[in-house]
Protein backbone atom coordinates (compact mmCIF):
# COMPACT_ATOMS: atom_id res chain seq x y z
CA UNK A 1 0.00 0.00 0.00
CA UNK A 2 1.50 3.57 -1.11
CA UNK A 3 1.93 6.21 1.54
CA UNK A 4 -1.08 7.87 0.36
CA UNK A 5 -3.21 5.41 0.96
CA UNK A 6 -1.63 4.59 4.72
CA UNK A 7 -2.34 8.21 5.43
CA UNK A 8 -6.11 8.33 3.77
CA UNK A 9 -6.70 4.94 6.29
CA UNK A 10 -5.26 7.20 9.15
CA UNK A 11 -6.95 10.60 8.53
CA UNK A 12 -10.20 9.00 7.83
CA UNK A 13 -11.03 7.51 11.03
CA UNK A 14 -12.38 11.16 12.71
CA UNK A 15 -14.42 11.72 9.43
CA UNK A 16 -15.93 8.10 10.15
CA UNK A 17 -16.52 9.09 13.51
CA UNK A 18 -18.03 12.23 12.82
CA UNK A 19 -20.46 10.52 10.59
CA UNK A 20 -21.66 7.76 12.59
CA UNK A 21 -22.34 10.02 15.93
CA UNK A 22 -24.48 12.69 13.42
CA UNK A 23 -22.41 15.09 13.80
CA UNK A 24 -22.11 15.65 9.82
CA UNK A 25 -23.97 13.99 7.39
CA UNK A 26 -20.99 12.86 4.98
CA UNK A 27 -17.64 14.00 3.76
CA UNK A 28 -14.87 12.88 0.70
CA UNK A 29 -11.51 12.64 2.28
CA UNK A 30 -8.55 13.18 -0.49
CA UNK A 31 -4.58 12.68 0.00
CA UNK A 32 -2.14 13.58 -3.41
CA UNK A 33 1.59 13.78 -3.40
CA UNK A 34 3.92 15.49 -5.03
CA UNK A 35 3.94 12.51 -8.09
CA UNK A 36 0.56 12.52 -8.35
CA UNK A 37 -0.01 9.34 -6.39
CA UNK A 38 -3.76 9.95 -4.84
CA UNK A 39 -6.20 8.03 -2.47
CA UNK A 40 -9.89 9.07 -2.15
CA UNK A 41 -12.79 8.16 0.36
CA UNK A 42 -16.22 8.70 0.98
CA UNK A 43 -18.68 8.01 3.54
CA UNK A 44 -22.11 8.89 4.78
CA UNK A 45 -24.85 10.80 2.99
CA UNK A 46 -24.87 13.93 0.60
CA UNK A 47 -28.52 14.52 1.22
CA UNK A 48 -30.89 14.10 4.11
CA UNK A 49 -33.60 16.21 4.23
CA UNK A 50 -36.33 15.88 2.24
CA UNK A 51 -34.51 12.89 0.56
CA UNK A 52 -31.44 10.95 1.40
CA UNK A 53 -28.91 10.04 -1.20
CA UNK A 54 -25.60 8.29 -0.42
CA UNK A 55 -22.03 10.39 -0.53
CA UNK A 56 -20.11 9.31 -3.77
CA UNK A 57 -15.87 9.82 -4.23
CA UNK A 58 -17.60 12.04 -7.47
CA UNK A 59 -20.16 14.69 -5.19
CA UNK A 60 -20.08 18.17 -5.85
CA UNK A 61 -19.60 20.29 -3.18
CA UNK A 62 -20.23 23.63 -2.68
CA UNK A 63 -16.73 24.90 -1.64
CA UNK A 64 -17.56 28.50 -0.42
CA UNK A 65 -14.98 30.93 0.89
CA UNK A 66 -12.15 28.08 -0.91
CA UNK A 67 -13.10 30.30 -4.02
CA UNK A 68 -10.88 32.82 -2.79
CA UNK A 69 -8.10 30.91 -3.42
CA UNK A 70 -8.93 28.39 -6.16
CA UNK A 71 -10.46 31.14 -8.23
CA UNK A 72 -10.17 34.94 -6.96
CA UNK A 73 -6.43 34.57 -5.72
CA UNK A 74 -5.26 33.32 -8.83
CA UNK A 75 -6.33 35.29 -10.88
CA UNK A 76 -5.59 38.80 -9.49
CA UNK A 77 -1.97 37.51 -9.15
CA UNK A 78 -1.89 36.47 -12.95
CA UNK A 79 -3.22 40.00 -13.60
CA UNK A 80 -0.33 41.26 -11.69
CA UNK A 81 1.90 39.53 -13.49
CA UNK A 82 0.81 40.49 -16.72
CA UNK A 83 1.05 44.27 -15.45
CA UNK A 84 -2.36 45.53 -15.92
CA UNK A 85 -2.70 45.66 -12.53
CA UNK A 86 -0.44 47.14 -9.56
CA UNK A 87 -0.82 44.71 -6.06
CA UNK A 88 0.10 48.04 -4.23
CA UNK A 89 -1.93 50.35 -5.78
CA UNK A 90 -5.35 51.36 -4.54
CA UNK A 91 -8.56 49.42 -5.67
CA UNK A 92 -10.05 53.11 -7.21
CA UNK A 93 -7.23 52.31 -10.16
CA UNK A 94 -10.21 50.15 -11.76
CA UNK A 95 -13.18 51.26 -9.72
CA UNK A 96 -12.70 55.02 -9.42
CA UNK A 97 -16.30 55.17 -8.73
CA UNK A 98 -15.47 53.24 -5.37
CA UNK A 99 -16.66 55.51 -2.52
CA UNK A 100 -16.19 58.97 -5.00
CA UNK A 101 -18.49 61.06 -3.25
CA UNK A 102 -15.94 61.58 -0.40
CA UNK A 103 -12.56 61.09 -2.31
CA UNK A 104 -10.55 61.73 1.60
CA UNK A 105 -12.04 58.34 2.88
CA UNK A 106 -9.80 55.24 3.79
CA UNK A 107 -11.77 53.18 1.50
CA UNK A 108 -10.23 55.02 -1.73
CA UNK A 109 -6.77 54.19 -0.30
CA UNK A 110 -7.50 50.12 -0.17
CA UNK A 111 -4.93 48.32 -2.20
CA UNK A 112 -5.72 45.12 -3.38
CA UNK A 113 -2.54 43.00 -1.90
CA UNK A 114 -4.32 44.39 1.47
CA UNK A 115 -7.46 42.86 0.46
CA UNK A 116 -5.61 39.34 -0.74
CA UNK A 117 -3.97 39.54 3.12
CA UNK A 118 -7.00 40.67 4.71
CA UNK A 119 -5.53 43.88 6.00
CA UNK A 120 -8.10 45.65 6.00
CA UNK A 121 -10.59 47.50 8.23
CA UNK A 122 -13.43 46.01 6.92
CA UNK A 123 -16.08 44.33 9.35
CA UNK A 124 -15.66 40.68 9.61
CA UNK A 125 -19.46 39.94 7.97
CA UNK A 126 -22.25 42.57 6.23
CA UNK A 127 -25.33 41.21 5.15
CA UNK A 128 -25.72 42.54 1.91
CA UNK A 129 -28.19 40.59 0.65
CA UNK A 130 -30.92 41.61 3.25
CA UNK A 131 -30.95 44.78 0.72
CA UNK A 132 -32.07 43.65 -1.63
CA UNK A 133 -32.16 40.87 -4.57
CA UNK A 134 -31.28 43.04 -7.65
CA UNK A 135 -27.36 42.09 -8.59
CA UNK A 136 -26.24 45.34 -10.18
CA UNK A 137 -28.03 47.51 -7.16
CA UNK A 138 -26.29 45.69 -4.84
CA UNK A 139 -23.14 45.81 -6.34
CA UNK A 140 -23.78 49.88 -6.57
CA UNK A 141 -24.83 50.19 -2.98
CA UNK A 142 -21.65 47.98 -1.82
CA UNK A 143 -19.34 50.33 -3.92
CA UNK A 144 -20.74 53.65 -2.49
CA UNK A 145 -21.65 51.89 1.51
CA UNK A 146 -19.74 53.65 4.07
CA UNK A 147 -18.15 51.65 6.34
CA UNK A 148 -16.54 51.90 9.92
CA UNK A 149 -13.17 51.08 9.85
CA UNK A 150 -12.18 48.78 12.34
CA UNK A 151 -9.43 46.27 12.89
CA UNK A 152 -8.34 44.09 10.62
CA UNK A 153 -9.91 40.68 10.13
CA UNK A 154 -10.83 38.09 7.63
CA UNK A 155 -13.33 39.80 5.43
CA UNK A 156 -15.58 38.16 2.58
CA UNK A 157 -15.77 42.47 1.94
CA UNK A 158 -12.26 41.88 0.75
CA UNK A 159 -12.77 39.39 -1.90
CA UNK A 160 -16.16 40.71 -3.07
CA UNK A 161 -14.71 43.82 -3.59
CA UNK A 162 -11.60 41.55 -5.33
CA UNK A 163 -14.36 40.28 -7.76
CA UNK A 164 -15.77 43.51 -8.05
CA UNK A 165 -12.82 44.79 -9.55
CA UNK A 166 -12.53 41.20 -11.77
CA UNK A 167 -15.61 41.87 -13.61
CA UNK A 168 -14.57 45.72 -14.21
CA UNK A 169 -11.71 44.54 -15.89
CA UNK A 170 -12.89 40.96 -17.72
CA UNK A 171 -15.87 43.33 -18.59
CA UNK A 172 -18.47 40.78 -17.66
CA UNK A 173 -19.49 39.05 -14.48
CA UNK A 174 -17.93 36.05 -12.47
CA UNK A 175 -20.66 33.72 -13.62
CA UNK A 176 -19.69 34.38 -17.11
CA UNK A 177 -16.37 33.70 -16.83
CA UNK A 178 -14.13 30.41 -16.82
CA UNK A 179 -14.41 28.91 -13.07
CA UNK A 180 -11.34 26.43 -14.53
CA UNK A 181 -10.25 23.09 -15.09
CA UNK A 182 -12.42 20.99 -13.18
CA UNK A 183 -14.82 23.61 -11.21
CA UNK A 184 -18.43 25.09 -12.30
CA UNK A 185 -20.42 27.87 -10.63
CA UNK A 186 -23.12 25.44 -10.19
CA UNK A 187 -23.84 21.83 -9.85
CA UNK A 188 -26.53 19.15 -11.13
CA UNK A 189 -28.58 18.62 -7.64
CA UNK A 190 -28.42 14.67 -8.20
CA UNK A 191 -24.99 14.33 -8.18
CA UNK A 192 -24.14 17.69 -5.68
CA UNK A 193 -24.01 17.51 -1.78
CA UNK A 194 -27.39 19.41 0.27
CA UNK A 195 -26.52 22.25 2.15
CA UNK A 196 -28.51 24.64 4.57
CA UNK A 197 -32.58 24.48 4.12
CA UNK A 198 -32.76 28.32 3.96
CA UNK A 199 -35.14 30.51 5.27
CA UNK A 200 -35.07 33.27 2.96
CA UNK A 201 -34.99 30.94 -0.16
CA UNK A 202 -37.43 28.70 1.47
CA UNK A 203 -35.67 25.52 -0.15
CA UNK A 204 -33.09 22.91 0.47
CA UNK A 205 -30.12 24.55 -1.53
CA UNK A 206 -28.63 21.34 -3.83
CA UNK A 207 -26.25 22.59 -6.67
CA UNK A 208 -26.52 26.16 -5.94
CA UNK A 209 -24.66 28.22 -3.84
CA UNK A 210 -25.22 28.54 -0.12
CA UNK A 211 -23.75 31.77 0.66
CA UNK A 212 -26.34 34.71 1.06
CA UNK A 213 -24.35 37.61 -0.56
CA UNK A 214 -23.00 35.84 -3.53
CA UNK A 215 -26.67 34.37 -4.03
CA UNK A 216 -28.18 37.92 -4.36
CA UNK A 217 -25.17 38.54 -6.72
CA UNK A 218 -25.30 36.48 -8.59
CA UNK A 219 -22.01 35.55 -8.21
CA UNK A 220 -19.06 37.19 -6.09
CA UNK A 221 -15.15 36.98 -5.71
CA UNK A 222 -15.46 35.48 -2.05
CA UNK A 223 -17.55 32.42 -2.83
CA UNK A 224 -19.63 30.67 -5.62
CA UNK A 225 -17.02 27.71 -6.45
CA UNK A 226 -18.22 23.88 -6.95
CA UNK A 227 -15.98 21.44 -7.18
CA UNK A 228 -15.59 17.10 -6.64
CA UNK A 229 -12.60 15.72 -4.90
CA UNK A 230 -10.88 15.59 -8.07
CA UNK A 231 -11.07 18.97 -8.81
CA UNK A 232 -9.16 19.88 -5.51
CA UNK A 233 -6.84 16.88 -5.86
CA UNK A 234 -5.76 18.23 -9.49
CA UNK A 235 -5.59 21.94 -8.17
CA UNK A 236 -3.39 20.78 -5.57
CA UNK A 237 -1.47 18.64 -7.55
CA UNK A 238 -0.68 21.64 -9.69
CA UNK A 239 0.55 23.91 -7.25
CA UNK A 240 2.93 21.54 -6.23
CA UNK A 241 4.27 20.95 -9.22
CA UNK A 242 4.90 24.50 -9.73
CA UNK A 243 5.87 25.68 -6.21
CA UNK A 244 8.22 28.07 -8.02
CA UNK A 245 5.96 29.96 -9.88
CA UNK A 246 3.36 30.36 -7.42
CA UNK A 247 5.92 32.02 -4.88
CA UNK A 248 3.30 34.87 -4.10
CA UNK A 249 0.56 32.21 -2.47
CA UNK A 250 3.28 31.07 -0.21
CA UNK A 251 4.66 35.10 0.36
CA UNK A 252 3.54 35.99 4.14
CA UNK A 253 1.51 38.72 4.61
CA UNK A 254 1.27 38.78 8.21
CA UNK A 255 1.64 35.96 11.25
CA UNK A 256 -1.42 33.79 9.83
CA UNK A 257 -1.97 34.60 5.99
CA UNK A 258 -0.09 35.15 2.74
CA UNK A 259 -1.51 36.28 -0.30
CA UNK A 260 -4.85 34.71 -0.19
CA UNK A 261 -4.17 31.67 2.00
CA UNK A 262 -3.82 31.16 5.65
CA UNK A 263 -0.35 29.73 6.94
CA UNK A 264 0.18 27.37 10.36
CA UNK A 265 -0.25 29.20 13.59
CA UNK A 266 -1.20 27.68 16.49
CA UNK A 267 -4.69 26.35 16.53
CA UNK A 268 -5.37 26.82 12.76
CA UNK A 269 -7.25 24.25 10.53
CA UNK A 270 -3.98 22.03 9.22
CA UNK A 271 -3.48 20.69 12.54
CA UNK A 272 -0.25 20.73 14.54
CA UNK A 273 1.70 18.58 12.11
CA UNK A 274 2.07 20.32 9.50
CA UNK A 275 5.41 22.48 7.94
CA UNK A 276 5.94 26.05 8.36
CA UNK A 277 5.27 25.73 4.38
CA UNK A 278 2.01 24.60 4.45
CA UNK A 279 -0.70 26.82 3.04
CA UNK A 280 -4.74 26.71 3.34
CA UNK A 281 -7.70 27.54 3.15
CA UNK A 282 -11.56 26.42 4.60
CA UNK A 283 -14.80 27.03 3.29
CA UNK A 284 -18.15 27.51 5.74
CA UNK A 285 -20.24 24.52 3.81
CA UNK A 286 -17.49 22.32 5.64
CA UNK A 287 -14.94 22.20 3.13
CA UNK A 288 -11.01 22.77 3.56
CA UNK A 289 -7.75 21.75 1.62
CA UNK A 290 -3.89 22.51 2.81
CA UNK A 291 -0.69 21.95 0.20
CA UNK A 292 2.47 21.96 2.23
CA UNK A 293 5.48 22.14 -0.02
CA UNK A 294 8.11 20.79 2.07
CA UNK A 295 6.32 17.45 2.04
CA UNK A 296 4.75 17.38 -1.14
CA UNK A 297 1.69 16.63 -0.55
CA UNK A 298 -1.34 18.16 0.05
CA UNK A 299 -5.27 17.20 1.21
CA UNK A 300 -8.67 17.83 0.54
CA UNK A 301 -11.24 17.56 3.50
CA UNK A 302 -15.06 17.89 1.79
CA UNK A 303 -18.07 18.15 4.28
CA UNK A 304 -21.52 19.04 4.02
CA UNK A 305 -21.68 20.09 7.72
CA UNK A 306 -23.99 22.82 7.08
CA UNK A 307 -26.66 20.00 5.94
CA UNK A 308 -29.50 20.80 7.02
CA UNK A 309 -28.91 23.88 9.16
CA UNK A 310 -25.40 25.60 10.27
CA UNK A 311 -27.27 26.00 13.74
CA UNK A 312 -25.85 22.92 15.09
CA UNK A 313 -21.95 22.24 16.61
CA UNK A 314 -20.82 19.97 13.91
CA UNK A 315 -17.30 19.80 15.26
CA UNK A 316 -15.68 20.82 12.16
CA UNK A 317 -13.17 22.89 13.57
CA UNK A 318 -11.74 19.72 15.93
CA UNK A 319 -12.00 17.52 12.98
CA UNK A 320 -10.38 19.32 10.20
CA UNK A 321 -7.25 19.47 13.00
CA UNK A 322 -7.32 15.52 13.94
CA UNK A 323 -7.35 14.91 9.82
CA UNK A 324 -4.54 17.22 9.42
CA UNK A 325 -2.39 15.38 12.32
CA UNK A 326 -3.28 11.66 11.34
CA UNK A 327 -2.06 13.10 7.31
CA UNK A 328 1.30 14.12 8.73
CA UNK A 329 1.85 11.55 11.90
CA UNK A 330 5.14 9.62 11.59
Not at 2 to 18: G, M, T, Y
Not at 176 to 181: I, K, L, R, S, T
Request: glycine share 10%.
Amino acid sequence: MSAVHDQLERAFVPLDAAVEAGRIPGGVLGVVDASGNRAVRAIGFAQTVPERRPMREDTWFDLASISKVAFTTDRIIALAAEGRIDLDAPLTTVLPDYRHYNLDNWERRVTFRQCLGHQTPFPAVFPLYTYGRDPDLLRTFLLQHEFAAGPSVYSDINYILLGLALERIEGKWIRDMDPGPGFAWSAEPANAAATEDCYWRHRVLVGEVHDDNCSALQGAGHAGLFGTVASMLDFAADKLANAGSDALIRTPLSARRTHGWERPYDGWSGGELCTPQTIGHTGFTGTGIWIDFARGQAWTLLTNRVHPTRHFDSGIFALRRAVGDLINAE
